[in-house]
């Protein structure tokens, strides 16, 4: 099994930056690519970003340009750098890892983009 903890949200005023990180456990080996979602109140979660073990990078529309997501093998660490922050990424952010098998997720960080 894998376990996936995030940490770095918090409050931050429109145009701000913040950086999430997530730290992965367990059966590492099995994880092909991690990801980050989100899911704002009243609505599905959705895609924010994915990069696989390959380096291979997807990013939602809205945050492209703005988000970068990033993987720290050594430190079995996936971050994702959230600058010229918008209200509308307000969201709480959760950690994904994807097996083969099954995906794992965290218990998700919230992000509040508020003046």
């Known amino acids: 099994q894998v376990q996936v903890v995030e940490s770095g949200g918090g409050l931050v005023q429109p145009g701000g930056s913040l950086r999430l990180s997530c730290a992965a456990s367990g059966t590492i080996f099995s994880i092909y690519a991690m990801g980050w979602y989100r899911q704002a109140p009243g609505k599905q979660r959705e895609l924010v970003a994915v990069?696989?073990?390959?380096?291979?990078?997807n990013y939602k529309d809205s945050v492209e340009g703005r988000f970068t997501i990033s993987r720290d093998n050594a430190k079995n660490t996936v971050y994702l750098q959230m600058n010229n922050l918008k209200p509308e990424d307000t969201a709480v952010y959760y950690c994904?890892?994807?097996?083969?098998?099954?995906?794992?997720w965290g218990k998700g960080t919230l992000v509040t983009v508020s003046s």
């Open positions: 990069e696989t073990n390959g380096g291979s990078t």
């Open positions: 994904n890892a994807m097996t083969y098998g099954l995906d794992y």
